[in-house]
C-alpha cells in the first residue's frame, strides 16, 4: 500500500513538474530562462544516468563524456544524412549508447576498481580520436548544422529543447526509480557491498553489471543527442 503511494504521488509530482515546464515554455517570452535551464536538466539526467552504474553497483565511470559525445554525433549524424526528426534522433543515440554499453561492458566490466575506471577513460580518449578524423561530421574543424523548423506550441526551437529534456529527466529518474525498487537493483546494491559474496549467493553479477552500463549509457547518449541542435 506504501508503494502504491508513493508511486501516485510520484507520477503526480511528474505531471506537475511537466505541466509547470509546458506553461513557462508559453508564458516566458525571454528564451535565456530557456537556455539555463536546459543545461540544468541535462546534467540532471546524467547526473541520474550516472548514478544507475556507478551509484548502484559502485563501478566508478569516467567515461561519461564519451557515451555523451556519442549520442551529439549520432543525432548529428543522422541529421545530415536523413534530416531525422529530433525523436528519431534521441531513439537512435539511446541505441547507439546502449551497444556502446554492452560493448564497453563486455571489455571492462571483468575488472574491478580502479582498473575499470582507468579503462573508461581510455574509452573517452578512443572516442574522441574517432570524431576528431570522422570528416562526416566535421572532424577537429566542426559542423555547422541548420535548425529545422519548431514544431507546435513552442515558438523557438531553444523551449522545444528545454521542454524535450525535461521529459529524458522524467524518463531517466523513472527508470532509476524502477530499477532501485526492483530485482536488478538489489543485485547491484548487493554486489556493491560485497561482489564476491554477492556472487556466492548466485547474484549474477556480471549479467547486471552490463545491464546497467547498457541502459546509463543508453541514457547518457540520449540525453546528449539534443545537444547536436542546442
Known amino acids: 500500500m506504501s508503494n502504491r503511494r508513493n ?101 571492462t566490466l571483468r575488472m574491478r576498481g580502479i582498473f575499470f575506471s582507468i579503462a573508461t577513460i581510455a574509452l573517452a580518449i578512443i572516442i574522441e580520436t574517432f570524431v576528431m578524423n570522422w570528416r562526416f561530421v566535421g572532424g577537429a574543424a566542426g559542423i555547422q548544422l541548420q535548425r529545422p523548423p519548431v514544431m507546435a506550441p513552442f515558438d523557438s526551437y531553444v523551449k522545444m529543447l528545454f521542454f524535450v529534456q525535461a521529459l529524458l529527466v522524467v524518463i531517466a529518474v523513472a527508470g532509476a526509480r ?33 545491464v546497467a552500463c547498457m541502459i546509463s549509457g543508453a541514457l547518457i547518449s540520449a540525453a546528449g543527442a539534443p545537444a547536436a541542435m542546442y
Do not use: H
Open 7 to 107: 508511486s501516485i504521488a510520484f507520477w503526480a509530482g511528474v505531471a506537475v513538474f511537466l505541466v509547470a515546464v509546458l506553461s513557462m515554455t508559453q508564458i516566458v517570452r525571454n528564451e535565456y530562462p530557456f537556455f539555463a535551464g536546459y543545461v540544468i536538466l541535462q546534467f540532471i539526467a546524467l547526473a541520474v544516468a550516472w548514478s544507475i552504474l556507478g551509484g548502484y553497483a559502485g563501478y566508478v565511470n569516467f567515461g561519461t563524456n564519451a557515451f555523451f559525445g556519442v549520442g551529439v554525433y549520432t543525432a548529428v549524424a543522422l541529421f545530415k544524412a536523413t534530416g531525422a526528426p529530433l525523436v528519431v534522433q534521441i531513439g537512435a543515440a539511446a541505441v547507439v549508447g546502449m551497444l556502446l554499453g554492452f560493448g564497453v561492458g563486455l571489455l
Open 178 to 210: 524502477y530499477i532501485q525498487n526492483s530485482r536488478i537493483g538489489r543485485g547491484l546494491q548487493a554486489l556493491r557491498d560485497d561482489e564476491l559474496a554477492a556472487e556466492c549467493t548466485g547474484v549474477p553479477t556480471l549479467k547486471l553489471k552490463l
